[in-house]
DNA sequence: TTCAATACGATATAAAAATATCGATATAAA
DNA sequence: TTTATATCGATATTTTTATATCGTATTGAA
């Protein structure tokens, strides 16, 4: 009868709590565990049990009562929604400190996502090899990007150069661009923009911790 | 008549959207802008007017008709809001290439964090300072955290460290922890946790890559 | 074989957030 | 002075997201 619920576009929040299943479902299964239950799922990451079930749900694997859901299929099945089954390549763009970190940083691979090529503007730069990527000048962006037919950018420049190195990229022919420049892109349709601002973050956690200085200390978060 | 539409608290979503706006008050107001229209800045921003308008509003600074706001009292009541206003120091744990990365970052100063102390792991790292920081081992953390009592801790080390790592900032009395490793922290009560999950962020855009891959190229996101 | 418990699936309700609409007011131009 | 308009403030509506509830299927134990 095939009466999956599965709306054509998953909630984005749900997009947002899909890597946090994934890491989970791919621990339990590297610990042997053939099946994972929403309800274990929920209780391990503290969130609702009836939000996990519903997110799962819409990744498109069933699950058996009393059972769970196959950790393999549930793995394959999130991978497959977030486009991290199949690794892309992507160009950094500044190699300062924080684009080193991005470089250095090993969990990219598990998230289908491979650096392929760095960029920066300092000739000092030019042709050093950092964690394996070799860094290259941003006079030849453009030309290597559209060469190596990367999909994405990573934008790890000051905020002064990045509306400048963006639009290289999209010259590129590049689909979609991860900033982590404190700036608001501007950015014609059909390429895909990420902001991963810092301060964003930040803020949650600096009003918090405004808001919730003095009051009473025993209070949980969840029930 | 004071009827000011103050709820006790801010929506998150709010809360993440003030540094997007101070931001753009403050580089208005260094062009000598006295006044800001929520319009303007909507604008600017690529967001609904109206919502500017609330949140805005919100901050509890009014604005003029025709004018806009006082750009100097919104950028003070940003800050307030946020708690930017007054600098606050904290320990960063994991002297990494990320936590190296945050220690060159300039930009917090404008968010009111400053490090003061970090600590790692690594004892070839000891007494090394990056950037102004000096680098203590592990085995000072709470004694130091507890003597400069530090309400915030930045925890930048591997995962498998994080949840040790985390404890001994709780155990030293921390109020707060910005915690940048993927693994979801078991903290008690009274200690807020914000999480910088790269993976969460990269999951949006690798997935919206995928959708949004094939269709008709012109479409505006925004009407 | 029967029964109880677990965990899923679906529906319903509630909460939160974004968007739309309308009226009021202060400013600048006529 | 008058009038038009930009812009705010408030209310209303819609959409989105989260939570609660109920029924049912499957398994493991009695």
Redesign the pocket.
């Known amino acids: 009868m095939e009466?999956?619920?599965r709306p054509d576009a998953l909630?984005?929040?749900?997009i947002r709590?899909y890597p946090v299943y994934l890491r989970a479902v791919r621990a339990r299964r590297a610990r042997g565990e053939a099946n994972?239950?929403?309800?274990?799922l929920a209780a391990e990451l503290g969130?609702?049990?009836?939000?996990v079930?519903?997110?799962?749900?819409m990744s498109g694997?069933?699950?058996?009562?009393?059972?769970?859901?196959s950790s393999a299929a549930l793995e394959a099945a999130l991978e497959a929604a977030l486009g991290w089954d199949n690794v892309s390549d992507a160009a950094l763009v500044g190699a300062g400190s924080l684009g080193r970190a991005l470089l250095g940083y090993r969990g990219f691979r598990e998230q289908g996502l491979s650096i392929a090529v760095a960029f920066d503007g300092d000739p000092a730069l030019d042709g050093l090899e950092i964690r394996g990527v070799r860094v290259r000048p941003m006079k030849d962006l453009v030309r290597l990007v559209r060469r190596l037919s990367l999909r994405l950018g990573i934008l790890t420049v000051p905020e002064e150069a990045a509306q400048a190195c963006a639009d290289l990229l999209v010259a590129a022919g590049v689909r979609g661009i991860w900033n982590f420049a404190p700036v608001q892109l501007d950015i014609p349709p059909g390429v895909v923009v990420q902001n991963m601002d810092l301060a964003q973050s930040l803020a949650v956690l600096s009003h918090s911790l405004e808001t919730a200085a003095i009051p009473s200390p025993a209070r949980a978060r969840r029930?």
């Open positions: 009466a999956k619920l909630p984005l929040p749900t709590r994972v239950s929403s309800a274990a969130l609702d049990p009836v939000l079930r519903k997110d799962l749900a694997v069933a699950g058996k009562p009393r059972v769970g859901h029930p």
